[in-house]
């Protein structure tokens, strides 16, 4: 119940509390000697330390999930941290080496019988894919992503989809000169991101995709529709000044001001 929390908490832009809640679980779950409610634990640690851009601590937890998992034969947090454990590695910059472990966990994950979290996990291999440069390829995982979200209607992350499909599309818009009609194509993802954590009232997704919305107005020119909207979403965080999000985006609000 605390790992659930905690993911709540962040997506409601509570990260701090989130992080605590978290903690809490792995202390609780290693109090009780309880192997399959520390395994879930570690793996919402990791997965939370990766929503806040701490990529060496999320690959730290990922690679205790793995060991005790394969320890206590634990399919599918095997298949699960291993995904983890690879968007790490990626975002350390082994991309090689991190998408083909997120490919193994994929094949594990669902070998497992798992749908559950799939969109999501999915979503990390889109991420991975657009770091080592290669849009076209994570776009593609997107649309398996995001189809699969709607038809499941596990759909918490769907605004990170968005963004991450606008990113794509605006870095394969650079290879392409610039493309004004991509440009405007994400901009458009980039604002069903926005709605949609805006009702969700899912802030920390909010603050990231109006981050990447910002920036792209702030290269049309339209520094003040960027200041104003990235300014709205950041004061309403009461917490998490540490966070690399809350960073960016004050470090952006005093260059569009």
Not at 96 to 107: F, T
Request: with cysteine; net charge negative.
């Amino acid at each position: 119940m605390r790992s659930t929390l905690g993911r709540i908490l962040w997506h409601l832009g509570f990260p701090d509390q989130a992080l605590a809640r978290c903690h809490e679980a792995v202390a609780l779950a290693r109090q009780a000697s309880d192997p399959f409610a520390l395994a879930l634990a570690l793996i919402y640690d990791a997965e939370l330390h990766g929503r806040r851009r701490e990529i060496h601590l999320a690959l730290e937890y990922a690679e205790a999930v793995i060991s005790l998992s394969r320890e206590q034969g634990f399919t599918l947090y095997v298949g699960w941290g291993t995904v983890l454990r690879g968007w790490a590695l990626a975002g350390q910059g082994s991309h090689s080496e991190g998408i083909a472990q997120m490919r193994e966990g994929l094949n594990a994950h669902k070998a497992a019988g798992a749908i559950l979290e799939r969109p999501t996990l999915l979503g990390l291999l889109a991420d991975a894919y657009g770091k080592a440069e290669q849009p076209e390829e994570g776009l593609r995982v997107l649309g398996e992503a995001l189809a699969l979200a709607h038809e499941t209607g596990e759909r918490f992350d769907e605004p990170m989809l968005l963004r991450l499909k606008g990113e794509l599309i605006l870095l394969l818009s650079a290879e392409e000169d610039g493309s004004s009609s991509l440009a405007e194509e994400a901009e458009v993802c980039l604002q069903q991101a926005i709605a949609i954590a805006h009702h969700q009232v899912a802030r920390s997704a909010e603050l990231e995709a109006s981050i990447s919305l910002a920036r792209l107005w702030q290269c049309w020119g339209r520094t003040n529709d960027a200041r104003v909207m990235l300014a709205g979403i950041h004061g309403m965080f009461i917490e998490g000044s540490d966070t690399a999000d809350w960073q960016e985006a004050k470090k952006l609000l005093e260059r569009l001001r």
